[in-house]
């Protein structure tokens, strides 16, 4: 439900802009005991850079268990070249600063075509 409504969120943001969110189906049992808003917050800064880092204005979002964690990939196609007066990282060290409170992780993981943001956060009943 946090993810949908992140998405939900920056969809709103993104349509006024011909930018798209696209989120894939989400398995039924990945459950986290979380600060609804904290998190949400954190999705949505992801999000936000997303896109703003996404030549094409899109940003995917799936979700998956991954032994005793999920795992929350927020991806954008690459960029040919680095933008000038992107932001300045704030919304990032937000987000893990929200995601290591809640004993999570997140970690960049690109390949040639995409940029990815992994945040693992451990399923709910098991304790960081």
Do not use: W, Y
Request: proline content about 5%; some cysteine.
């Amino acid at each position: 439900m946090l993810v949908k409504t992140a998405c939900q969120i920056v969809a709103a943001e993104a349509g006024s802009q011909g930018r798209t969110v696209d989120l894939a189906a989400l398995p039924p049992d990945l459950v986290v005991q979380v600060q609804e808003i904290e998190l949400i917050q954190a999705l949505v800064n992801l999000l936000r850079n997303a896109l703003a880092a996404s030549p094409q204005g899109t940003a995917s979002v799936a979700a998956a268990t991954a032994g005793e964690f999920v795992k929350i990939i927020i991806a954008n196609p690459r960029p040919v070249r680095r933008t000038q007066g992107a932001g300045m990282g704030v919304g990032l060290i937000i987000a893990r600063t929200i995601v290591e409170a809640h004993g999570g992780t997140i970690v960049r993981d690109d390949d040639a075509a995409e940029t990815r943001f992994v945040l693992s956060l451990p399923l709910s009943g098991v304790l960081p």
